[in-house]
């Protein structure tokens, strides 16, 4: 059993910067691969950015490329977004999930987080 807790969402004004964290317990696998999504209210989860496990892929949906960094730390058993030059349109659900294969569509997710508010304050 693999359980994901994502935290670090709160309120922060345009232009300010967040750290998400997604810690990860039970059970791990060297193949995940680890993906931030998010659900603005009323629509949607859209797809926000992935990585693999072991680094040597990452990837960000257009909104956020340049403005966001997603890491990991495996001996930490968790995996970050750095959320840059936040807009108000990042205001959102964070959820952090994990995955068997490099598809990176909802349904090929099995393991997911609570979700974390973020509010960014125009």
């Known amino acids: 059993q693999v359980q994901l807790v994502e935290s670090g969402g709160g309120l922060v004004q345009a232009g300010g910067s967040l750290r998400l964290s997604c810690a990860v317990s039970?059970?791990?696998?060297?193949?995940?691969?680890m993906a931030w999504f998010r659900r603005e209210s009323g629509k949607e989860r859209e797809f926000v950015s992935a990585i693999t496990w072991t680094g040597d892929k990452t990837t960000y949906s257009d909104s956020v490329q340049d403005r966001f960094t997603i890491s990991r730390d495996n001996s930490k058993n968790t995996f970050y977004l750095q959320m840059d030059n936040l807009k108000p349109e990042d205001t959102a659900v964070y959820f952090c999930?994990?995955?068997?294969?490099?598809?990176?569509?909802?349904?090929?997710?099995?393991?997911w987080g609570q979700g974390t508010q973020v509010t960014v304050a125009s």
């Open positions: 999930a994990a995955g068997p294969v490099w598809e990176l569509t909802e349904s090929r997710f099995i393991y």
């Open positions: 039970g059970r791990t696998f060297n193949w995940l691969v």
